[in-house]
């Protein structure tokens, strides 16, 4: 017996020996599982990083202002606004310069449906266009007209002003707004900012410009607003400069404009008006009060614009200067769209009134510079 258990000890050593090298091998084992674990680990959280990378990347691409990534609301916008373009007129000028006149002359036609400063171009965060606009007319106490009042086209609806204005050229053949500028609106703009947008929507819209000489225009639009310390006419000052650039750059590149000097601007104008938009006016003429356009002087109160008198009243003759030349090279048969594209780029490429515009919108420029400083915006754009 203890022979046989002699005999057994070497393998019993073996055994140990194995036991012990399986352990081993398990430890290591253990070892590297927890290695690979940790490792696993520290690539998830690297993971984790590059993926966080990556989505603001995607985001960040995104935001690229690709035409492909334009909201579809502004798209759907600019389309609609361009399929009716033929159907609008916009009435422009400085503030006091008979707007309101041209407005409710080319209003007595009940063909024409033209609103009183909607002032599409600020673009304002309006959903209801309709109940904002009237709330603006009511707040200025005007008594419902065509032009201070929206009817109610679209009944229990929300409406942007581009949703609006497309409604209102189904009722209507003519259609669109009045815009008095003033400094507000154009260092809201900006003067590139005012003609991007008429650009992007309403090329081929009708235009029809009021200027009027600026002492009257100015001095008037202050008494409106109830100020008349220097900064506040140094900056209309700059604004109505900014306005005869505004103009001087939509007669030379937008197709069909119209310039009226307001300080002639009367029933006598009506047939003009009626060519260029193309419809009758038989009653418009009745409009006109000439006993309410007013003359003002350059008051003590106004030295800021006494100073600069002279300056301006050059920079309003050339004003008269070009827009007689732009008449005279028969402008308004090319705005009234009656001739082909080669005619039009014959009547654009005739050198006086491409360099009578050029020569006010560099007086208008020059005169700016030699304003004081104000605080007002003195940027071009």
Same mark, same amino acid.
């Given at each position: 017996?203890?022979?046989?258990?002699?005999?057994?000890?070497?393998?019993?050593?073996?055994?140990?020996?194995?036991?012990?090298?399986?352990?081993?091998?398990?430890? $290591?084992?253990?070892?590297?599982?927890?290695?690979?674990?940790?490792?696993?680990?520290?690539?998830?959280?690297?993971?984790?990083?590059? /993926?966080?990378?990556?989505?603001?990347?995607?985001?960040?691409?995104?935001?690229?202002?690709?035409?492909?990534?334009?909201?579809?609301?502004?798209?759907?916008?600019?389309?609609?606004?361009?399929?009716?373009? *033929?159907?609008?007129?916009?009435?422009?000028?400085?503030?006091?310069?008979?707007?309101? %006149?041209?407005?409710?002359?080319?209003? $007595?036609?009940?063909?024409?449906?033209?609103?009183?400063?909607?002032?599409?171009?600020? &673009?304002?965060?309006?959903?209801?266009?309709?109940?904002?606009? *009237?709330?603006?007319?009511?707040?200025?106490? *005007?008594?419902?007209?065509?032009?201070?009042?929206?009817?109610?086209?679209?009944?229990?609806?929300?409406?942007?002003?581009?949703?609006?204005?497309?409604?209102?050229?189904?009722?209507?053949?003519?259609?669109?707004?009045?815009?008095?500028?003033?400094?507000?609106?154009?260092?809201?703009?900006?003067?590139?900012?005012?003609?991007?947008?008429?650009?992007?929507?309403?090329?081929?819209?009708?235009?029809?410009?009021?200027?009027?000489?600026?002492?009257?225009? %100015?001095?008037?639009?202050?008494?409106?607003?109830?100020?008349?310390?220097?900064?506040?006419?140094?900056?209309?000052? &700059?604004?109505?400069?900014?306005?005869?650039?505004?103009?001087?750059?939509?007669?030379?590149?937008?197709? /069909?404009?119209?310039?009226?000097?307001?300080?002639?601007?009367?029933? /006598?104008?009506?047939?003009?008006?009626?060519?260029?938009?193309?419809?009758?006016?038989?009653?418009?003429?009745?409009?006109?009060?000439?006993?309410?356009?007013?003359?003002?002087? !350059?008051?003590?109160?106004?030295?800021? %614009?006494?100073?600069?008198?002279?300056?301006?009243?050059?920079?309003?003759?050339?004003?008269?200067?070009?827009?007689?030349?732009?008449?005279?090279?028969? $402008?308004?048969?090319?705005?009234?769209?009656?001739?082909?594209?080669?005619?039009? !780029?014959?009547?654009?490429?005739?050198?006086?009134?491409?360099?009578?515009? !050029?020569?006010?919108?560099?007086?208008?420029?020059? %005169?700016?510079?030699?304003?004081?400083?104000?605080? !007002?915006? $003195?940027?071009?754009?």
């Amino acid at each position: 017996m203890l022979k046989q258990i002699a005999l057994r000890i070497p393998q019993i050593h073996r055994l140990y020996e194995q036991r012990d090298e399986l352990q081993g091998r398990l430890a $290591t084992l253990e070892a590297e599982l927890r290695a690979s674990r940790q490792e696993t680990a520290q690539q998830k959280d690297l993971l984790k990083v590059v /993926n966080g990378e990556l989505g603001k990347l995607r985001a960040k691409n995104n935001q690229r202002p690709e035409i492909s990534n334009i909201e579809p609301r502004d798209s759907r916008e600019v389309e609609v606004c361009r399929s009716l373009a *033929n159907k609008c007129v916009f009435v422009i000028g400085y503030a006091r310069s008979s707007t309101t %006149l041209t407005l409710q002359m080319l209003n $007595t036609s009940e063909r024409v449906f033209i609103l009183g400063e909607a002032n599409f171009f600020l &673009d304002r965060d309006w959903t209801s266009f309709r109940s904002e606009f *009237n709330k603006q007319h009511l707040g200025f106490k *005007n008594q419902k007209t065509k032009s201070t009042y929206a009817p109610d086209l679209l009944p229990d609806q929300d409406n942007t002003w581009w949703e609006y204005l497309n409604e209102l050229s189904h009722n209507f053949d003519i259609v669109g707004e009045k815009v008095a500028l003033s400094s507000f609106h154009i260092s809201e703009k900006g003067e590139d900012g005012i003609q991007d947008f008429f650009e992007a929507r309403f090329l081929q819209s009708k235009y029809i410009f009021l200027i009027r000489n600026p002492i009257d225009t %100015l001095i008037s639009t202050l008494k409106l607003i109830q100020r008349d310390k220097p900064e506040d006419m140094l900056k209309e000052c &700059d604004a109505w400069l900014r306005y005869v650039k505004i103009w001087a750059n939509f007669v030379r590149i937008f197709p /069909n404009t119209k310039t009226f000097i307001a300080d002639d601007f009367g029933s /006598n104008s009506v047939p003009k008006l009626e060519q260029f938009v193309g419809i009758d006016l038989p009653v418009a003429s009745s409009v006109f009060r000439p006993e309410r356009r007013t003359k003002h002087d !350059a008051e003590e109160k106004y030295a800021a %614009l006494m100073n600069l008198e002279e300056e301006f009243r050059d920079i309003f003759e050339s004003v008269k200067v070009a827009a007689a030349k732009c008449e005279a090279l028969g $402008t308004t048969a090319f705005e009234s769209g009656h001739q082909n594209s080669s005619q039009r !780029a014959s009547i654009k490429g005739d050198r006086p009134d491409i360099h009578s515009l !050029a020569q006010v919108w560099t007086k208008a420029e020059k %005169l700016r510079a030699r304003l004081p400083q104000t605080g !007002a915006d $003195t940027t071009g754009g």
